[in-house]
């Protein structure tokens, strides 16, 4: 079995990442999503285990210290995390696995994996975020100026990913990112047996 | 205007590499195929300046020695060679260039456009070739072993390229072509001025 890739999926809050590797799951069967720890409690609709870990600040505290996560990182206030375990449930089924992470995630992931497919998504505008913010209807002034200002130093970090998608077009956005994953399927690093076997082949 | 893209793709004789770039340049008017020159006579059905510039040995060697070649070689007794005023023309006009060479002129273009995209197609199996060669009725058995023998060199060398697509079913293999183009496309290092410009937003 080719071993799955790992991908790494980061965008500003309100930029759309969730709506866009939820579809892209959809239409593939072979990705998996790995679910974070995190302390924040639930939004309306998210589910314990699909959504997240919803674990309490001592429970995700122990599993710091006992050195479980493969990132972990404050953001606005509450710790998300990835833990190894869940990575290694996923990749052992033989998935690709999809990492959704903010930026500081983003890096920390890129230093354990860097073999992995990195991709930014970034809005048509910082207004656009605004708007979709303010949408959204969850978030205090506050917290959305607060978001608003973090969105502007997360995209300053996109050179970092290799690839780069827009999310003006929701359809193209999704199309984008499956086209990035079936390519870095494709790496021909990913095959030397095959190669090996072809030029072998007996006449 | 974002520049185009430059995209090398080399298989064995055989494999089928024409069919499936014609397929992929069909579906995409930005794709703009890098017409070669060569010394052999026309097959039926190829015309001057669309298949290939044809020329005599003579004006081929004048163009050697003038250094117009982004690169040539020697192929199965005749000579085969990409200008750099045919990539010029390309590039200038905003255009995706499609490189379709052996191995060798890949080998060549990878030198002198480091950053250039790069597809090794392969056969299902070496048998697969041979049948397809012997089906296309325009080679006779020597020309047809010296191929053969030619695919597998040519086939080892494939790690050399970023990506390796498997040619046995023509519908994927096209689409797997084409979800390499459309990621390469969205390299983060081709967008420096567009994350630029939206840190740089005015809130």
Known sequence: MTKGILAILSAPSGVGKTTIIQRVM????NCAFAVS??????????????????????????LVA????????????????????????????????IFEVDFQGGRALMR???????VFIVPPSLGEVHRRLVGRGTDDDATIARRMHQARI??????????????????????????????????????????????????
């Open 66 to 97: 006992a050195d479980a996560f493969a990132e972990w990182a404050h953001v606005h206030g509450h710790r998300y995390g990835t833990s190894m375990a869940e990575i290694e449930r996923l990749a052992g089924a033989g998935h690709d696995v």
């Open 26 to 29: 959809a239409d593939d069967p």
């Open 154 to 203: 997360e995209i300053a970090t996109a050179g970092e990913y290799r690839y780069l998608v827009v999310n003006d077009d929701l359809d193209r956005a999704v199309t984008d990112v499956q086209a990035i994953l079936r390519a870095e399927r494709l790496r021909s690093i990913r095959f030397p047996e095959r190669i090996r076997g072809l030029v072998a082949e007996p006449t």
């Open 112 to 118: 354990r994996f860097p073999e992995a497919v990195t």
């Open 37 to 62: 720890h995190t302390t924040r409690t639930p939004r309306k609709g998210e589910v314990e285990g699909r959504d997240y870990y919803f674990v309490d600040d001592q429970a995700f505290q122990h």
